[in-house]
């Protein structure tokens, strides 16, 4: 096996270090598709670090389509491209309905039989979350936008997303929309204050958005002294950002900061920054500024899966509860 080594002085958590560096192996094509990983016992005792950094690494690797993770077997580097999160989750899907068909042969039942229920519940399911009205209250602009479009909960789940200061002061689309929404969700930061500012019959859920990790790491690469440019929309969504550099450990990168619109004023910020950082919705308005080659990141903040299966649970307890 490839030597990794990690550092406990960059401010990069480990298990994010360990996931890179597996990540590299990959694509240097050190380790071929099919390649057995070492246990995550034997792992953590060659790297010095414990238990629960290899599981985390491995797990999310799982979760990307880098991994496949084979109870009682090993761990085993995904025959698919291993950087499309696309084969590795309909690997994953295949492996769950391959051991309740597995299950149901088992009982006496069919193919056919376990094929149309499997049809028939999935249709159901379907038309339940089809109706679901979800609102998401946040306090920048970008965030709610983005986690409208981008969350994926299946069949048609619409979510309409209100900026906190909207519900602030009252604006007739923000109280009718949340009036007739099903389920009102939020950030874990801002829940009280949306708990006050909603009817107090509306069930409102919290949830975890963490900034994507492979944009921190990006980020702690960046040569020390570089000139770090952020292009948002809003200053809060500025300050987040800023928030969660620092507390990534990388505060030895300047930020320039800037939500202009004005493309003039935008050029100058763009032209004396190394590596453009930028909010979601305008990444292709900064490269198409850029007249010399840089790199353009989005820093885009997600819900954990923990976050996200608490949110679909909680749409289908509504949903047949008949609400």
């Known amino acids: ?68 993770i084979r109870q009682g077997r090993g761990t085993y580097l995904a025959e698919n491209d291993p950087t499309s999160l696309t084969a590795g989750r309909t690997h994953r899907l295949e492996e769950l309905v391959s051991t309740a068909l597995d299950q149901a042969l088992d009982e006496g039942y069919t193919c056919g039989n376990f094929a149309d229920t499997a049809l028939r519940l999935a249709e159901k399911r379907a038309q339940l979350l089809s109706h679901v009205k979800i609102v998401f209250v946040e306090c920048n602009r970008e965030q709610v ?11 048609g789940v619409v979510i309409t997303p209100v900026v906190l200061d909207e519900l602030r002061d009252d604006l007739p689309a923000a109280v009718n929309a949340v009036a007739e929404a099903d389920l009102i969700v ?21 949830v975890a958005l963490d900034p994507q990790l492979e944009t921190i790491v990006r980020i702690a690469r960046i040569p020390r002294g570089s000139k770090l440019g ?70 885009v903040y997600r819900p954990d899966m923990g976050s996200i299966n608490l949110l679909k649970k909680a749409i289908l307890e509504l949903r047949e509860r008949g609400v």
């Open 145 to 155: 936008d983005y986690f409208s479009k981008q969350l994926e909960l299946g069949s």
């Open 186 to 206: 939020t950030t874990f930061f801002h829940e009280e204050e949306v708990r006050v500012r909603v009817p107090a019959e509306k069930r409102v859920l919290a």
């Open 230 to 299: 952020l292009v948002c929309i809003s200053e809060t969504f500025a300050e987040k950002v800023v928030a969660s550099i620092n507390e990534a450990g990388i505060d030895s990168v300047p930020l320039v900061c800037t939500a202009e619109s004005d493309a003039s004023r935008l050029q100058k910020v763009v032209d004396q920054s190394d590596v453009l950082l930028v909010s979601p919705g305008r990444k292709r308005e900064v490269t198409e500024l850029c007249n010399v080659p840089r790199e353009v990141v989005e820093f």
């Open 1 to 68: 096996m490839v030597a990794i080594e990690l550092s406990r002085k960059s401010g990069v958590p480990l298990y994010i270090q360990l996931k890179e560096k597996i990540r590299r192996q990959v694509e240097s094509g050190s380790w071929q598709p099919g390649y057995k990983l070492p246990t995550e016992r034997e792992l953590a005792g060659m790297l010095g670090v414990s238990r629960n950094t290899v599981s985390q690494a491995f797990r999310e690797l799982e979760d990307e389509g880098v991994l496949i």
